[in-house]
């Protein structure tokens, strides 16, 4: 059974419910689950929104906690660094589940996370039999195509039968694609792949994202933060087992070469394919369903005998 504090409560008072607890810990299934307990990490948000349909989607057997950030760390000093993002959560991890092995994921830019996490783990002598990074990876790894390789211009044309293929019903009209394009292109130039560099692009796309009405100022400057943290992250290459479950929709003016990162970081790699696009990741009941599906029976063969775990704060 799923936690019924989360059950009860809509996105907005679920938000604040969960950045009131004291621990960065946040249980999304019952006292009945078992198993290895998987830990995800949260999004450039901090929030955990959506985490709970994919724990609903593996099942009540499975331990599932999110990670996300408090009230009292929603500061950007927080958020200084990936590393000590890291460093607070693998603490916080190792307090929760001081025995047995663990699970670590992460949504987006969480994924980043969940590999320093994971690699932190493995140093202090933890079992981490698995990390999964959902649709993300790190920016600094060397393996990106330039925006003007050959080979990144050919997937980027490849792409755009699967970008349409994604639409919502909704922007499906004529004019409503045509509008769609020239916001991407024209009002929005730091996505074109011809009028600025990564670095400028970067900084543009990160304006419009905390420019959304939702969010409040200290979760913006968080944002803001994180994304210049993610830039300067170095990823070392990761020796333990990894699947990268991706979007195929990709972004219709850039590529995010999920897999070409992934395959030069992690020697034990698995890429699953993914109906739907990032934006819509756990809005889609086929992109979460497809995960499950695959990631169910793979939870299931790294059942454990349960391991100690203390009482979230």
């Not at 009860?8 to 810990?25: C, E, K, M, Q």
């Not at 989607?57 to 906690?65: D, K, M, W």
């Not at 760390?73 to 890291?86: F, G, K, T, V």
Request: with cysteine; aromatic share 8%.
């Amino acid at each position: 059974m799923q936690n019924a504090a989360f059950k009860s409560h809509d996105t907005t008072s679920l938000f604040r419910l969960v950045s009131n607890r004291a621990g960065p810990i946040f249980a999304l299934s019952g006292p009945e689950a078992s198993g290895t307990p998987l830990f995800c990490i949260h999004s450039v948000a901090g929030d955990i929104e959506g985490f709970d349909r994919l724990a609903a989607a593996i099942g009540p057997e499975q331990r599932f906690y999110g990670l996300h950030v408090t009230k009292t760390r929603m500061r950007p000093d927080c958020a200084a660094s990936i590393e000590a993002l890291a460093a607070t959560y693998v603490a916080a991890i190792d307090a929760f589940a001081p025995t047995g092995p663990l699970v670590i994921a992460g949504f987006s830019c969480g994924a980043i996370v969940a590999l320093e996490v994971a690699q932190r783990l493995r140093a202090l002598g933890r079992d981490v039999p698995l990390l999964v990074a959902l649709d993300g990876a790190p920016d600094n790894s060397g393996a990106a195509l330039r925006r003007r390789d050959p080979r990144y211009l050919l997937a980027l044309a490849r792409n755009v039968p699967r970008w349409l293929a994604a639409q919502d019903a909704a922007d499906w009209s004529v004019r409503g694609l045509s509008q769609r394009v020239v916001n991407r292109f024209v009002f929005a130039p730091g996505r074109a792949i011809t009028t600025k560099d990564a670095g400028t692009a970067h900084l543009d796309s990160v304006s419009r994202l905390v420019d959304r009405p939702e969010w409040q100022a200290g979760q913006r400057a968080f944002i803001r933060a994180m994304f210049n943290a993610m830039q300067a992250y170095v990823p070392a290459p990761y020796d333990g087992r990894a699947i990268l479950y991706e979007t195929q929709a990709q972004p219709l003016t850039h590529l995010l070469q999920l897999a070409r990162v992934w395959k030069a970081l992690a020697r034990d790699l698995e890429i699953v394919p993914l109906p739907g696009k990032h934006p819509s990741f756990f809005r889609g009941a086929c992109t979460v369903g497809a995960v499950a599906a695959h990631l169910t029976p793979v939870l299931t063969e790294l059942r454990h005998p349960a391991p100690l775990l203390r009482q979230v704060s």
